[in-house]
């Protein structure tokens, strides 16, 4: 039985249009994102073959292809849940509507929402190759930082967890913007779903500090 299962859309293929064209949501969830999910669930296949076979050498190559699309399978979870239409989404994060522990977490951490906006838009849009820009919670300082992942991983502090985040992989945006990744990811901000990066902020800050408990 596999281990991980490919997650439905908590809305249909046109829920984002027109930031979001129909066309890419559908082949990016049911194609791209299922070759992650099929792909960890046949490195989990493969790594317990090597080793009951013994074969030690290629454990590590298989452990990256696991790492790979592991981190593709839940960063595109976190994708889909942080949309909403374009009606529902967007603007920034207010205390009059619930989410004021998300908006003072951010002016604390950048300054202000507007300096966050333009970090993380630079972080998503600048990506060298494939990527992410992530919002994240750093549990040891207890502050929100910005990270740029490269393919699904690496270049992040260990323990980081991600609330926000925006996909620069071509196949996310090219088929509508063509080569105008900082066009998507400006227009990305109308469908963020502020309510569900607020539930994954409280729900990391409330997490007790099991990194580097204090003596």
Known sequence: MPVYTLPDLPYDYSALAPVISPEIIELHHDKHHAAYVKGANDTLEQLAEARDKESWGSVNGLEKSLAFHLSGHILHSIYWQNMTGPKEGG???????????????LTESFGSFAAFRTQLSKAAATTQGSGWGVLAY?????RLVVEQVYDHQGNVGQGSTPLLVFDAWEHAFYLQYRNQKADFVEAMWQVVNWQDVARRYEAAAARPNVLLPAP
């Open 91 to 105: 603007g920034e994060p207010m205390a009059a509507d619930g989410v004021g522990g998300l908006a003072d977490a």
């Open 138 to 142: 750093e549990p040891l300082s207890g």
